[in-house]
Structure formats: C-alpha cells, structure tokens
C-alpha cells in the first residue's frame, strides 16, 4: 500500500516531464538534479529503465551513493566547490536535464547542457533563476520545456513502464497521520531518499 500510494503523482510528473516533454531515448545522457526527492528518484529510475546514462545531483554524498545503487552512473554533491567542473569532467555535456529547484544554480545547469539538449523544469523550490543570459540558449540551441503532473496517457505509460521494469517507489518513511507535523519537518530539512507517506 505505501509503495502505491508513493507512485500516481510523484511518478506521472517525472514520466511527463522525461518522455512527453523532453522525448528521453535509450542512450542518452541524463542529470536529475536534486535527487532524494520523489519526482526526481522515479526520473532516475525510469530513465535507467529507458536505456539513459543517468547522473545525479545531491546536497548529500550519502544520497549520491544511494542513487548510485538505483543505477546512476555518478553523481557530485552541489554543497561542494566545482560540483559541475566534475560533472562536465565525468559526463561530457548531457542530452537532457531534469530539474525540479530552479533558483541561482539553474544556469549552471545550461552550461553543462550539449547543444540542442533538452531541458525538463517541473518545479521551482529555490525560486527565482537570477544572471540568467539567454546567450546560452540561443548559441546552444537549447530547449527549455515546463511539465507538471499529466494526461491520462502519461499516466497509463507511466503505469506500463513501471509494470514492464518492475520498478519499485523508493519510501523513506511511514507517519501515521497524527505525527504529520513531524514528516513535514523532515522533509523541510532535506532529510528523506523518497517519498514519504501517511497512513490512517
């Protein structure tokens, strides 16, 4: 029941926001910024699942290596100077990039960017993108696409890929109801690898 309850939303936004937006195929080159997040743990997971070469992005080294085991191939923890020299060092330049925070390293984000990439934006939890130069977009030719949630045919493939890879919805935690206050400040830290759930 947790598994389930954890996949419709969180699932469908990464599944809309990887095929439908950003037309993720087999062979390419992935960042999923932030990962321990829901939406970005089942990106990771379905663009393993998709045949992508998928790198992550995490304020936590822990988190990093708990992505690794979920099948990215290498991740660099943003709290630390040149996180994305070492991307751009490990990875070349990515295909598509899958971001949920928004705010002051967005443009860094762009820099690593191949020319044409993609760029899926399905949330903003650290605002506003300041020095934003759209130079880079136009010399790179590069897509900036929007996505949240989805259609009843994103949601129905969502449910065939899970159902054909048999992936499984990371969990963090389980709260009953009356101790949501304490899921809430949990999250709020940045603390949880997944999605966390509340039970009646």
Not at 158 to 174: A, C, K
Request: charged share 20%; proline share 4%.
């Amino acid at each position: 029941f947790e598994q389930a309850s954890a996949l419709p939303l969180a699932g469908l936004t990464a599944y809309r926001t990887l095929f439908t937006r950003c037309a993720l195929r087999q062979g390419e080159r992935v960042l999923v910024t932030g990962v321990g997040g829901g939406v970005a743990l089942f990106a990771l997971q379905f663009a393993v699942a998709a045949g992508a070469e998928v790198f992550v992005t995490s304020g936590s080294d822990e988190k990093i290596e708990r992505a690794v085991a979920l099948g990215a191939r290498a991740g660099a923890n943003y709290r630390k100077d040149g996180w994305d020299k070492l991307l751009k060092k490990e990875a070349g330049g990515f295909d598509v990039v899958i971001d949920g925070a928004g705010g002051p390293g967005f443009a860094l984000l762009l820099k690593l960017c191949k020319p044409a990439a993609r760029v899926g934006s399905y949330g903003g939890t650290l605002g506003k993108v300041p020095d934003f130069s759209p130079q880079l977009l136009f010399w790179k030719q590069l897509n900036l696409l929007g996505s949240t949630m989805g259609s009843p045919a994103d949601f129905a493939g969502m449910i065939e890929l899970v159902n054909r890879h048999g992936i499984v919805p990371v969990v963090d935690s389980v709260f009953p109801l009356e101790r949501g206050n304490e899921a809430i400040a949990r999250m709020g830290a940045g603390e949880q690898f997944g999605k966390m759930v509340l039970s009646l």
